[in-house]
């Protein structure tokens, strides 16, 4: 897609579908260790249970509860059977149990996508509702529980503290992994749509779906957090990361009536709701080496195979006593470091690469005013960016950019055009993204060529964020990123260990700018969904009268 818009930003297409795959490695891993516990459930009483007559304490059971030992000791070996932490240097130990539960995950993704997407379509109508009734059931259940309304409380009104602006990447992180931005997930799903499908409405269902359910499962989680706290746990500090699923839930577990039934929803949770993601990824990356010249005719459920054995293969370091390590940091620098790289690179691409040599052809003012508009938009965010942030001074670095794009980017710009107002701002503001988000609303018309009256607005709405606010709330968050790892090495690890989580986003931006550079591959993109704007018949309200030059540019006629 990325291709057509311009044949050197290919790579950024490239590179999102390798974040996908890359995670795949290690998050199949977390998958089986959800499938450890799934068939710990159906033990009684459970592995760590304190009810367990015969639990060998192999670490100070005033420092740790059982279910922290089962989880470091048996499923990841993180600590050796003395309880001693990984250090550098120690020998390799294996975990049997995550090492045949990874296999089985990849053999999931395997049957599910070898033939196509229209296999993993009829799996999903299992996956997605009895997670969600799974959810549910225990919301009800664990607001009920001793201590529930306290983590409640300080689920909606926080802890009183200020949050850092490393908790707010973490979030944007998170969404951007639930909802697969810019990983491929969505282009590859949507590639097999029909080709005028309105996709506005799906699109808000999808987001308004996900953030809902996250919502909805802070309540179960946060009242198991005021109930560890109630019961005076030891496990109620552990309210982040694997921390909370793998040891703090399954202690809440064992204290409640039903232990293994819990325990088998909860697990059962962690499964389905991974495993839909691993599907997703899976056929991200699938559907694009498909794609490829040099895959045409080569059967999907090769394709399939070669993948996920090849994933299998990758994920086996993640099974070690020193694979939660690995895992820790390519986590924190992909998600932290190349997704937003990719969504910058994907705003730039929509924003600043497409349509621009129609509307340089248009005019000598057309082509000065947008070569100024690009040049000054992104040297001044990436000097206020670097500034203010590395100043700690966010807010004023907000307002700093936002001052500055109206004063030094925009009414320059639209001085120089020396066009009427809005002519400059839907050939020159929002040049591309305007296009491109009327080639979507337009799917949604009853009338062909009649504009809706939401129409403008979610233009406009569309343009601003993907052309100027999008990059700029990224490339801060990045910034602040940077500065936070370079004060303090990430987890506190050694520095080989941040290399090797350094090379993931490395290897996403080498394969973005040789496609820049050399120009590896050519795709044609039909241009006939885009333009309808510039029909002499179309009737736009926010637009000028186009003149003829225009006309003529944007069909790539000479005057």
Same mark, same amino acid.
């Given at each position: 897609?990325?291709?057509?818009?311009?044949?050197?930003?290919?790579?950024?297409?490239?590179?999102?579908?390798?974040?996908?795959?890359?995670? %795949?490695?290690?998050?199949?891993?977390?998958?089986?260790?959800?499938? $450890?516990?799934? =068939?710990?459930?159906?033990?009684?009483?459970?592995?760590?249970?304190?009810?367990?007559?015969?639990?060998?304490?192999?670490?100070?059971?005033?420092?740790?509860?059982?279910?922290?030992?089962?989880?470091?000791?048996?499923?990841? !070996?993180?600590?050796?059977?003395?309880?001693?932490?990984?250090?550098?240097?120690?020998?390799?130990?294996?975990?049997?149990?995550?090492?045949?539960?990874?296999?089985?995950?990849?053999? %999931?993704?395997?049957?599910?996508?070898?033939?196509?997407?229209?296999? #993993?379509?009829?799996?999903?109508?299992?996956?997605?509702?009895?997670?969600?009734?799974?959810?549910?059931?225990?919301?009800?259940?664990?607001?009920?529980?001793?201590?529930?309304?306290?983590?409640?409380?300080?689920?909606?009104?926080?802890?009183?503290?200020?949050?850092?602006?490393?908790?707010?990447?973490?979030?944007?992180?998170? =969404?951007?992994?639930?909802?697969?931005?810019?990983?491929?997930?969505?282009?590859?799903?949507?590639?097999?749509?029909?080709?005028?499908?309105?996709?506005?409405?799906?699109?808000?269902?999808?987001?308004?779906?996900? /953030?809902? $359910?996250?919502?909805? #499962?802070?309540?179960?989680?946060?009242?198991?957090?005021?109930?560890?706290?109630?019961?005076?746990?030891?496990?109620?500090?552990?309210?982040?990361?694997?921390?909370?699923?793998?040891?703090?839930?399954?202690?809440?577990?064992?204290?409640?009536?039903?232990?293994?039934?819990?325990?088998?929803?909860?697990?059962?949770?962690?499964?389905?709701?991974? +495993?839909? /993601?691993?599907?997703?990824?899976?056929?991200?990356?699938?559907?694009? =080496?498909?794609?490829?010249?040099?895959?045409?005719? $080569?059967?999907?459920?090769?394709?399939?195979?070669?993948?996920?054995?090849?994933?299998?293969?990758?994920?086996?370091?993640?099974?070690?006593?020193?694979?939660?390590?690995?895992?820790?940091? +390519?986590?924190?620098?992909?998600?932290?470091?190349?997704?937003?790289?990719?969504?910058?690179?994907?705003?730039?691409?929509?924003?600043?690469?497409?349509?621009?040599?129609?509307?340089?052809?248009?005019?000598?003012?057309?082509?000065?005013?947008?070569?100024?508009?690009?040049? /000054?938009?992104?040297?001044?965010?990436?000097? *206020?960016?670097?500034?203010?942030?590395?100043?700690?001074?966010?807010?004023?670095?907000?307002?700093?950019?936002?001052?500055?794009?109206?004063?030094?980017?925009?009414?320059?710009?639209? *001085?120089?055009?020396?066009?009427?107002?809005?002519?400059?701002? /839907?050939?020159?503001?929002?040049?591309?993204?305007?296009?491109?988000?009327?080639?979507?609303?337009?799917?949604?018309?009853?009338?062909? !060529?009649?504009?809706?009256?939401?129409?403008?607005?979610?233009?406009?709405?569309?343009?601003?964020?993907?052309?100027?606010?999008?990059?700029?709330?990224?490339?801060?968050?990045?910034?602040?990123?940077?500065?936070?790892?370079?004060?303090?090495?990430?987890?506190?690890?050694?520095?080989?260990?941040?290399?090797?989580?350094? =090379?993931?986003? &490395?290897?996403?931006?080498?394969?973005?700018?040789?496609? &820049?550079?050399? %120009?590896?591959?050519?795709?044609?993109?039909?241009?006939?969904?885009?333009?309808?704007?510039?029909?002499?018949?179309?009737?736009?309200?926010?637009?000028?009268?186009?003149?003829?030059?225009?006309?003529?540019?944007?069909?790539?006629?000479?005057?």
């Amino acid at each position: 897609m990325f291709g057509g818009i311009n044949k050197r930003l290919r790579g950024i297409g490239i590179a999102s579908v390798f974040s996908a795959y890359i995670i %795949c490695f290690y998050y199949n891993v977390i998958i089986s260790w959800a499938i $450890v516990y799934l =068939i710990a459930s159906f033990m009684s009483p459970l592995p760590w249970s304190g009810q367990k007559e015969d639990f060998e304490w192999k670490c100070d059971k005033t420092k740790m509860t059982p279910a922290q030992q089962f989880f470091e000791i048996d499923v990841i !070996r993180f600590k050796d059977d003395n309880c001693k932490d990984y250090e550098d240097g120690d020998p390799s130990q294996f975990s049997v149990m995550a090492f045949f539960a990874t296999f089985f995950v990849w053999l %999931c993704c395997f049957l599910a996508v070898f033939k196509g997407v229209h296999g #993993s379509s009829y799996i999903v109508w299992f996956t997605v509702p009895v997670p969600l009734i799974f959810i549910v059931v225990m919301m009800i259940n664990n607001l009920q529980l001793e201590g529930a309304e306290k983590g409640v409380d300080k689920y909606l009104n926080g802890s009183g503290q200020d949050v850092p602006s490393t908790v707010w990447a973490d979030a944007v992180g998170q =969404i951007f992994f639930s909802i697969g931005v810019c990983m491929g997930i969505m282009t590859s799903y949507g590639s097999y749509n029909p080709v005028k499908k309105p996709i506005i409405l799906d699109n808000m269902v999808i987001c308004l779906c996900n /953030s809902s $359910v996250s919502f909805i #499962s802070g309540f179960a989680v946060w009242a198991i957090v005021g109930y560890l706290e109630a019961k005076n746990s030891l496990a109620k500090s552990k309210t982040s990361s694997a921390g909370l699923a793998f040891v703090a839930f399954p202690t809440a577990c064992d204290l409640m009536p039903w232990a293994n039934f819990w325990t088998f929803m909860f697990s059962s949770t962690l499964f389905f709701l991974g +495993i839909d /993601s691993a599907f997703s990824m899976v056929e991200a990356t699938s559907t694009v =080496i498909l794609d490829l010249d040099i895959a045409k005719g $080569v059967p999907k459920g090769f394709v399939a195979f070669l993948i996920t054995f090849v994933g299998f293969l990758l994920s086996i370091p993640f099974c070690t006593n020193w694979g939660f390590v690995l895992f820790d940091v +390519i986590d924190h620098y992909l998600c932290t470091y190349l997704l937003f790289l990719c969504g910058i690179f994907q705003c730039f691409g929509c924003g600043w690469g497409f349509d621009v040599e129609p509307t340089l052809n248009l005019s000598e003012n057309h082509a000065k005013s947008l070569k100024f508009l690009t040049f /000054s938009y992104w040297v001044w965010l990436m000097i *206020v960016g670097l500034i203010f942030v590395l100043a700690e001074q966010i807010p004023w670095g907000i307002l700093a950019f936002c001052l500055g794009l109206f004063l030094f980017c925009l009414i320059p710009s639209f *001085v120089i055009s020396k066009l009427p107002f809005r002519q400059w701002g /839907s050939q020159i503001a929002f040049c591309g993204v305007r296009r491109l988000a009327y080639s979507m609303s337009k799917l949604g018309r009853k009338e062909p !060529r009649t504009v809706m009256m939401w129409e403008p607005a979610f233009v406009v709405y569309w343009c601003i964020t993907i052309k100027y606010f999008i990059p700029a709330v990224l490339w801060f968050l990045i910034v602040g990123n940077v500065k936070t790892d370079i004060d303090k090495p990430y987890g506190g690890y050694a520095a080989h260990w941040q290399t090797i989580g350094l =090379i993931v986003p &490395i290897l996403g931006l080498v394969a973005f700018l040789i496609n &820049i550079c050399f %120009c590896l591959h050519t795709e044609q993109l039909d241009m006939a969904d885009f333009k309808e704007r510039f029909d002499m018949d179309f009737d736009d309200p926010w637009d000028e009268a186009k003149p003829e030059t225009e006309m003529k540019a944007m069909e790539g006629k000479p005057e």
